[in-house]
C-alpha cells in the first residue's frame, strides 16, 4: 500500500506557473501507474496526466504543451510542472497511484488561478 501526500497548490494570476509535489511513502511510485487528477466545483474528476511504469508520460489535451508530469525514483515522488495557467485550470489537484485493480489517493491541493 502507498500513502500520497500533494504539496504545492496555492493562488497564481493566469499565465503563471505552479510546481505540484506528490510524496509517496510505503511503496515505491516505480511501482506504479502514477497520474494527477483534477476535480473543480459542479464538475466530475479528470485525468490530467500519467506517467507509466516505464517513465512515459500521457496528458489530457486541455494542458499537452502546457504542464509536465515527472517522477523522481530516489526522493519517491511525482511532479506537475503547471505552465501558462489559465482560469480554467481552477480546481482540487490529487496524486493517483494505480495498480492491477488497487487505486490510491492523497488528500488533493488546491489551485487558483486568478486574473
Known amino acids: 500500500q502507498v500513502q500520497l501526500v500533494e504539496s504545492g497548490g496555492g493562488l497564481v494570476q493566469a499565465g503563471g506557473s505552479l510546481r505540484l509535489s506528490c510524496a509517496a511513502s510505503?511503496?515505491?511510485?516505480?511501482?506504479?501507474?502514477m497520474g494527477w487528477y483534477r476535480q473543480a466545483p459542479g464538475k466530475q474528476r479528470e485525468l490530467v496526466a500519467s506517467?507509466?511504469?516505464?517513465?512515459?508520460?500521457n496528458y489530457a489535451g486541455s494542458v499537452k504543451g502546457r504542464f509536465t508530469i515527472s517522477r523522481d525514483t530516489a526522493k519517491n515522488a511525482v511532479y506537475l510542472q503547471m505552465n501558462s495557467l489559465v482560469l480554467e485550470d481552477t480546481a482540487v489537484y490529487y496524486c493517483?497511484?494505480?495498480?492491477?485493480?488497487?487505486?490510491?489517493w492523497g488528500q488533493g491541493t488546491q489551485v487558483t488561478v486568478s486574473s
Open positions: 493517483q497511484a494505480s495498480r492491477a485493480f488497487a487505486q490510491y
Open positions: 510505503g511503496s515505491a511510485v516505480s511501482s506504479y501507474v
Open positions: 506517467i507509466t511504469f516505464g517513465g512515459s508520460p
